[in-house]
């Protein structure tokens, strides 16, 4: 299996540190409101990989972070705390609005059939583990105190830019988005690894420490959380791309500078979701939810096999247009499975289901290509092997997508047994539930009905390049998709 590496920037060979276990870390959610369908991206991408590392055959431990403080409206240690925020918007406390939005992400997580972590940590059960980090760098000269905050010295590293190298200026204040000038710092690149009363006097949240009474930065709560969890080293970090600089660059430098080693080995970032108007975000009001695809009448599944279509180290552009073409592309996937036909899968283990496992292990393996996981569906359908074969093979490769394939297929054979084929003057359709077919076959019976046969053909001929196949039947005709 190979996956880019956003520190080399390249694609490389995936070998764990340790032969019984994946140790897979992902940067969680900020709970101050809903996560926007771009920020879920990530989390189905990360999914999927989570899933096909267990399909491969690893064992794997994923811990994930619940920041209900220290992440400031800028991601570079400046502005109220986001959680502060929601509170205040909501007049409810801080408590309450992490709970409430934690709950509403997992609601979420679970409608687009994404595995909740093994460990969920919040940030705000970790303080000792912060405080014991933070006490070393500062110790060893990692760190410093100023203004009453403590800061890391990034002049004390040989490479701060892991992922990217910037100019000297890149960071001038005024220059950056976000940026501004913090007298404190000694370098401009420094970074905040505890606050304390001496800034954000109304601070909901403080918590006694070395330095005064304070809370945490945003930056040391993944360090803190990753080592109490799976320890001094780690094999995959998630995240959106947003997150490698500054929060993973910070991640690094204060991890390695604690531990004194190499701490994590393969960096695994999900591009933006872009609107036509750019990046979605929450601040531009482009706050797409899955609520709100819910409302438009969209199945949570259908954005997740949306994002599947794509790679993930692509930038997405979500167009409604776009969502119903994954829609249709849907149902028509799961109509076809709800045409198969249930029974012994006689030849799973022959040639040619072996042959559709490679490939479909081909593509996953290849830095995780779900576009051509995606294709490796289809070419199940289109394979000369049993419907039972078909339906396990379907199966297993959906363990891995998680697009609930089997289920829906299972709905729609409920759904068409409870209602009645389509019918026009006593003659009877049985299909795949697919309306527009049926409309065709009905044009093509009432041609044939009026004696005009070159109508008749043509609608044939037409549902045939469709993959549609007619039988005609007495008092009716069955379709199927071929």
Same mark, same amino acid.
């Given at each position: *299996?190979?996956?880019?590496?956003?520190?080399?920037?390249?694609?490389?060979?995936?070998?764990?540190?340790?032969?019984?276990?994946?140790?897979?870390?992902?940067?969680?959610?900020?709970?101050?409101?809903?996560?926007?369908?771009?920020?879920?991206?990530?989390?189905?991408?990360?999914?999927?990989?989570?899933?096909?590392?267990?399909?491969?055959?690893?064992?794997? #431990?994923?811990? =994930?972070?619940?920041?209900?403080?220290? +992440?400031?409206?800028?991601?570079?240690?400046?502005?109220?705390?986001? =959680? %502060?925020?929601?509170? $205040?918007? /909501?007049?409810?406390?801080?408590?309450?609005?992490?709970?409430?939005?934690?709950?509403?992400?997992?609601?979420?997580? $679970?409608?687009?059939?994404?595995?909740?972590?093994?460990?969920?940590?919040?940030?705000? +059960?970790?303080?000792?583990?912060?405080?014991?980090?933070?006490?070393?760098?500062?110790?060893?000269?990692?760190?410093?105190?100023?203004?009453?905050?403590?800061?890391?010295?990034?002049?004390?590293?040989?490479?701060?830019?892991?992922?990217?190298?910037?100019?000297?200026?890149?960071?001038?204040?005024?220059?950056?988005?976000?940026?501004?000038?913090?007298?404190?710092?000694?370098?401009?690149?420094? &970074?905040?690894?505890?606050?304390?009363?001496?800034?954000?006097?109304?601070?909901?949240?403080?918590?006694?420490?070395?330095?005064?009474?304070?809370?945490?930065?945003?930056?040391?709560?993944?360090?803190?959380?990753? *080592?109490? +969890? %799976?320890?001094?080293?780690?094999?995959?970090?998630?995240?959106?791309?947003?997150?490698?600089?500054?929060?993973?660059?910070?991640?690094?430098?204060?991890?390695?500078?604690?531990?004194?080693?190499?701490?994590?080995?393969?960096?695994?970032?999900?591009?933006?979701?872009?609107?036509?108007?750019?990046?979605?975000?929450?601040?531009?009001?482009?706050?797409?939810?899955?609520?709100?695809?819910?409302?438009?009448?969209?199945?949570?599944?259908?954005?997740?096999? &949306?994002?599947?279509?794509?790679?993930?180290?692509?930038?997405?552009? &979500?167009?409604?247009?776009?969502?119903?073409?994954?829609?249709?592309?849907?149902?028509?996937?799961?109509? $076809?499975?709800?045409?198969? #036909?249930?029974?012994?899968?006689?030849?799973?283990?022959?040639?040619?289901?072996?042959?559709?496992?490679?490939?479909?292990?081909?593509? *996953?393996?290849?830095?995780?290509?779900?576009?051509?996981?995606?294709?490796?569906?289809?070419?199940?359908?289109?394979?000369?092997?049993?419907?039972?074969?078909?339906?396990?093979?379907?199966?297993?490769?959906?363990?891995? *997508?998680?697009?609930?394939?089997? !289920?829906?297929?299972?709905?729609?054979?409920?759904?068409?047994?409870?209602?009645?084929?389509?019918?026009?003057?006593?003659?009877?359709?049985?299909?795949?539930? !697919?309306?527009?077919?049926?409309? %065709?076959?009905?044009?093509?019976? /009432?041609?044939?009905?009026?004696?005009?046969?070159?109508?008749?053909? $043509?609608?044939?001929?037409?549902?045939?390049?469709?993959?549609?196949?007619?039988?005609?039947?007495?008092?009716?005709?069955?379709?199927?998709?071929?």
């Amino acid at each position: *299996m190979y996956l880019y590496n956003s520190a080399s920037h390249k694609k490389e060979e995936f070998k764990p540190n340790h032969p019984d276990i994946v140790k897979m870390y992902t940067c969680g959610p900020t709970v101050y409101h809903f996560a926007h369908i771009g920020n879920l991206r990530s989390y189905i991408m990360e999914d999927v990989l989570e899933k096909y590392l267990r399909y491969a055959g690893y064992n794997v #431990k994923r811990v =994930m972070n619940i920041t209900d403080v220290g +992440h400031l409206t800028s991601d570079a240690d400046t502005g109220e705390d986001k =959680m %502060l925020k929601g509170a $205040r918007r /909501e007049h409810k406390t801080v408590m309450e609005i992490a709970q409430y939005y934690t709950d509403a992400f997992f609601e979420d997580c $679970r409608k687009l059939n994404i595995k909740r972590p093994d460990v969920v940590e919040p940030a705000t +059960h970790c303080i000792d583990e912060y405080i014991k980090i933070i006490t070393k760098l500062v110790d060893t000269g990692y760190a410093y105190l100023a203004g009453g905050n403590v800061y890391f010295d990034t002049s004390k590293l040989e490479r701060y830019y892991v992922f990217n190298d910037h100019d000297a200026e890149d960071l001038a204040v005024g220059v950056r988005e976000g940026v501004e000038e913090d007298e404190n710092k000694r370098n401009k690149n420094d &970074f905040v690894l505890w606050f304390t009363k001496s800034k954000f006097e109304d601070q909901a949240l403080k918590w006694d420490s070395p330095w005064g009474v304070g809370y945490p930065g945003w930056h040391i709560e993944c360090s803190g959380i990753s *080592m109490k +969890h %799976l320890g001094e080293d780690l094999d995959i970090h998630c995240g959106g791309i947003d997150n490698a600089f500054p929060h993973h660059t910070n991640e690094i430098a204060q991890s390695e500078a604690y531990l004194g080693h190499h701490w994590c080995n393969y960096w695994f970032h999900v591009l933006h979701l872009n609107t036509s108007s750019g990046k979605m975000s929450k601040s531009k009001g482009e706050f797409l939810t899955v609520s709100l695809l819910e409302e438009k009448g969209y199945d949570p599944l259908v954005y997740r096999f &949306f994002c599947l279509q794509s790679h993930y180290r692509k930038a997405l552009v &979500f167009t409604w247009e776009n969502l119903d073409n994954a829609k249709t592309a849907y149902e028509k996937l799961t109509a $076809r499975i709800a045409a198969l #036909k249930e029974g012994p899968a006689a030849d799973a283990d022959g040639e040619t289901a072996q042959a559709l496992r490679a490939k479909f292990k081909a593509a *996953m393996d290849n830095d995780l290509n779900t576009s051509l996981g995606v294709t490796a569906l289809y070419d199940v359908l289109k394979a000369a092997v049993s419907d039972g074969t078909k339906l396990t093979l379907l199966g297993e490769f959906d363990q891995v *997508m998680g697009l609930g394939l089997l !289920d829906r297929a299972a709905k729609k054979r409920a759904q068409q047994a409870a209602r009645p084929a389509g019918t026009a003057g006593g003659f009877t359709v049985q299909g795949e539930g !697919d309306p527009a077919v049926d409309a %065709l076959v009905l044009q093509r019976a /009432e041609a044939k009905k009026a004696k005009n046969f070159a109508e008749a053909d $043509r609608i044939r001929d037409e549902l045939k390049a469709q993959g549609v196949e007619i039988t005609d039947v007495p008092g009716g005709a069955v379709w199927k998709r071929v």
